[in-house]
């Protein structure tokens, strides 16, 4: 399909949302054969709240379970594990894998007294999830600070609300409590790191999928960062290189970096290094962004897909940050529901149109 371009694929997709009820069943089963695997974040233990997300098919589940192993022993991970998967998998979904780290990692990332014991708890996790057949660890290396923002109540088209980083407004807020941290400091807490966990990684079958900085720039509060750049990707999977050593593409935090979005995630997918994927988009850079509707930002979203579809990314993929639509309260800013669920309805069109015999 050598025309495939952005404003062909939103009008069939526009099309294909208005037949989603009779065609979510075959689009799930397309998604699969292409190695795309719509995920969904849910969490562990409520069970009700996955119903929607099956109805729309989504089979894949990413959950959170450093809040469940941070209270109990070591030894108890495995069964507490296997019992998450068994829940899911009762219910007709597959985990596809774990988003933050497995464990309190806080500490790892800092460089500070008790990383070791944490390290200790990690690759104990690790073997757990093994075990229990939840194949990937999507982690970050943001210390002090996790993905953030200056203001979750900009409004999106229509009045949606979405979030923005500005830089100026970051600065106001002055350091962290925890004072100034070189990005030195951080490459040396990231060599640590891996040097104690990939090759455990390597050696059970779980895929360390890191997540890049957001937003991309450093210093951030007096915190140096390092995962701002495709060439500091590339240095990260170099420091243990391992097939288990590869990539979360958040493609909206690329391109933030000014990275060419596109070449790179056809080169990364190609290397079998792009183990998950989180579908935005944003206007803007890493000093300035503010978070899109999936359809109305600047990136070729179904070239994009169409390059993933195309370059032999098999895993999981979400939407994330979602603006926050009519009718609902935003005290979870880009993770309440309308949003995804129309995130979700353009993703299956643009899939359906790759996938589909017309030219």
């Known amino acids: 399909m050598s025309d495939f371009t952005r404003r062909s694929l939103i009008a069939s997709g526009a099309a294909s949302l208005a037949a989603a009820n009779t065609s979510l069943a075959r689009l799930a089963a397309g998604a699969g054969k292409t190695g795309i695997q719509l995920a969904h974040i849910m969490a562990a233990g409520r069970p009700e709240s996955w119903k929607l997300w099956k109805q729309l098919g989504v089979d894949h589940a990413i959950t959170g379970v450093s809040g469940t192993l941070g209270r109990i022993e070591r030894s108890q991970y495995g069964e507490a594990l296997a019992k998450v998967k068994a829940e899911f998998n009762a219910a007709g979904i597959e985990v596809s894998g774990v988003e933050s780290h497995p464990v309190p990692a806080e500490k790892i990332k800092l460089g500070v007294a008790g990383r070791d014991e944490e390290i200790e708890n990690y690759i104990a996790a690790i073997k757990a999830l093994a075990e229990a057949g939840i194949p990937m660890v999507c982690y970050n290396w943001m210390a002090g600070l996790g993905w953030y923002r200056t203001n979750t109540k900009v409004e999106e088209r229509g009045g949606a609300l979405t979030s923005e980083f500005s830089l100026e407004a970051a600065e106001a ?187």
């Open 173 to 359: 807020q002055g350091p962290t409590q925890w004072g100034t941290i070189s990005e030195e400091k951080v490459w040396d807490n990231m060599v640590y790191f891996q040097k104690a966990v990939i090759p455990v990684a390597e050696k059970v079958g779980i895929k360390m999928a890191l997540h890049p900085d957001d937003p991309p720039l450093s210093p951030l509060r007096g915190i140096g960062r390092i995962l701002t750049s495709a060439k500091n990707f590339e240095k990260v999977m170099q420091i243990v290189p391992s097939p288990v050593n590869g990539v979360t593409y958040c493609q909206a935090n690329f391109i933030a970096m000014g990275e060419n979005v596109y070449t790179l995630a056809e080169k990364w997918c190609k290397q079998n290094k792009v183990f998950f994927v989180h579908y935005r988009d944003i206007q803007g850079n890493a000093r300035r962004l503010r978070e899109t509707f999936h359809d109305n930002g600047p990136t070729d979203m179904a070239r994009l897909m169409k390059i993933y579809h195309d370059s032999g990314f098999n895993g999981p993929m979400r939407p994330d940050h979602a603006p926050v639509l009519a009718g609902e309260s935003n005290d979870r800013p880009g993770y309440m529901v309308q949003g995804n669920i129309f995130a979700f309805g353009y993703m299956r069109g643009i899939l359906d149109m790759i996938q589909s015999p017309r030219t």
